[in-house]
């Protein structure tokens, strides 16, 4: 089985920073790619950021030139660098991973227990 563990997420002011990571282990063969959601109380989640193993990124409109996605593959890690942060940005943020667990078995779909970001005005 395959556990995605978040880190990162806090409490910060209008205007600073935050860096999210998710590390994946267990059993994994590739992973063919990461990404990071989010979801406000009595909202839907919503996709902010993903980074396939191709090297394209896919950004939500609403934190295109604030957040990067990044991901180190020996570290099986995913990392979500969110500046300029403001209150909409309030939400629980989770990590989820495509992966191929063996070579043999086709790509399997795993969420993160997800990392609360608070941000105050």
């Known amino acids: 089985q395959v556990h995605l563990v978040e880190s990162g997420g806090g409490l910060v002011q209008a205007g600073g920073s935050l860096r999210l990571s998710c590390a994946a282990s267990?059993?994994?063969?590739?992973?063919?790619?990461m990404g990071w959601f989010r979801q406000a109380p009595g909202k839907q989640r919503e996709l902010v950021a993903a980074?396939?193993?191709?090297?394209?990124?896919n950004y939500a409109d609403s934190v295109k030139g604030r957040f990067t996605i990044s991901r180190d593959n020996a570290k099986n890690t995913v990392y979500l660098q969110m500046n300029s942060l403001k209150p909409e940005d309030t939400a629980v943020y989770y990590c989820?991973?495509?992966?191929?667990?063996?070579?043999?078995?086709?790509?399997?779909?795993?969420w993160g227990q997800g990392t609360q970001v608070t941000v105050s005005s």
């Open positions: 267990g059993s994994i063969f590739s992973i063919n790619a």
């Open positions: 989820d991973a495509w992966v191929t667990t063996s070579q043999a078995m086709g790509v399997q779909h795993f």
């Open positions: 980074i396939p193993s191709g090297g394209s990124t």
